[in-house]
């Protein structure tokens, strides 16, 4: 090796050992691939927004991006493919789909749910429909519904309310129009009749007058709505996939304890984690307090619940074939990151 590339060598070491001094980054972390997760832009995906920002994957040396889009269509196809390493959004049709196929990412911990004394999702109806009588569920009938792809989370939602009222999601004409903002778009200028929101799209398109509440989903439906899921290539990476749950986990747990209900804006650790969610989501902070939904504190999945969606799926040919929904829930990784969360208490 020649003298000049040596002295280079160790000067790009001391380099990058000045780095990790500054940053609090081991030298091992700051050389590290950066596991890559595919999340949306939503509250509810405060607990990865938490675990990045409080340090929690950093601190088990973990280099955690997040991969923020608003077009959680793409997500689920990029990490069976392995483009993500992890994935943070909905059960849907295009899941089990992708599953079926053999291009399979692997359920490892629960996200977010639809939950009684919450307002996380809106079934809204644009002012033009209103006023031409759509003011009730069975009004529904006939119109259409704006969605961001068929087979979404959105189609299980308001199919389960429609069959409580005597219909179909098979009434409806469903309008596929990819991402949330342009669900909104199209409520409020009456290009649908109807959609339903999450937060904090919910409240923007409720203060604007421009739509009227039907229902909140919230208090209609209880489902295992949101995950998150292994690529097919981390699941294999048992050391960091542990972690990354571990890091998970904690941001849950802290969630659920100072943040999900709690309404004492005096609170310091609510006030530390309203400022993180603010800056990953873009939105006020008392706006924030009205979108949240809930998480199971240790993570677990609801497999019952899954099922009963693919079921729906299947039942209106979202779904092709048939799937076993246990085998694509791994719960080892949640398990060992709660065993090793216990051991630091």
């Known amino acids: 090796m ?192 109807s959609a339903i929101l999450p937060q904090p799209a919910a409240n923007i398109a409720l203060a604007s007058g421009k739509v009227h509440l039907l229902t909140w989903v919230d208090s209609q439906v209880k489902a295992d709505l949101l995950v998150i899921a292994y690529s097919p290539n981390f699941v294999k990476n048992k050391p960091d996939g542990v972690k990354f749950m571990e890091g998970y986990l904690e941001a849950v747990q802290y969630y659920m304890q100072h943040v999900y209900h709690n309404h004492n804006l005096k609170d310091p650790y609510l006030l530390r984690a309203l400022k993180i969610i603010s800056g990953f989501a873009h939105q006020p902070q008392k706006a924030i307090m009205s979108e949240l939904i809930y998480v199971s504190p240790t993570g677990a999945v609801d497999a019952a619940n899954a099922q009963n969606q693919l079921n729906f799926y299947l039942a209106h040919q979202y779904v092709t074939q048939k799937v076993n929904v246990k085998s694509m829930i791994d719960n080892s990784f949640r398990q060992a990151a709660l065993a090793a969360l216990h051991k630091k208490k």
Do not use: C
Not at 38 to 43: A, Q, R
Not at 77 to 106: C, H, M, P, Q
Not at 150 to 177: C, E, H, M, Y
């Open 2 to 193: 020649s003298s000049s590339r040596s002295r280079w060598l160790r000067g790009a070491g001391a380099a990058l050992l000045t780095f990790a001094m500054l940053t609090g980054i081991s030298t091992a972390q700051a050389e590290s691939t950066p596991i890559t997760v595919g999340t949306t832009p939503l509250v509810s995906s405060t607990p990865l927004f938490l675990a990045q920002g409080l340090g929690y994957w950093k601190k088990l040396g973990l280099n955690v991006k997040l991969d923020i889009s608003a077009d959680a269509g793409t997500i689920d196809v990029a990490t069976a493919a392995n483009s993500y390493d992890v994935s943070a959004t909905g059960i849907t049709a295009s899941l089990f789909n992708l599953w079926s196929s053999g291009k399979r990412e692997y359920i490892v911990a629960d996200k977010g749910r639809i939950w009684p004394g919450q307002k996380f999702e809106a079934l809204v109806v644009s002012n033009k429909a209103y006023n031409s009588g759509v003011k009730s569920i069975k009004a529904l009938k006939g119109k259409s519904f704006g969605d961001t792809s068929v087979g979404s989370t959105f189609d299980f939602l308001l199919g389960s309310i429609l069959q409580k009222n005597g219909l179909s999601i098979a009434d409806v004409r469903d309008t596929p129009l990819h991402t949330v903002p342009n669900l909104v778009s199209a409520v409020m200028s009456g290009q649908v009749d």
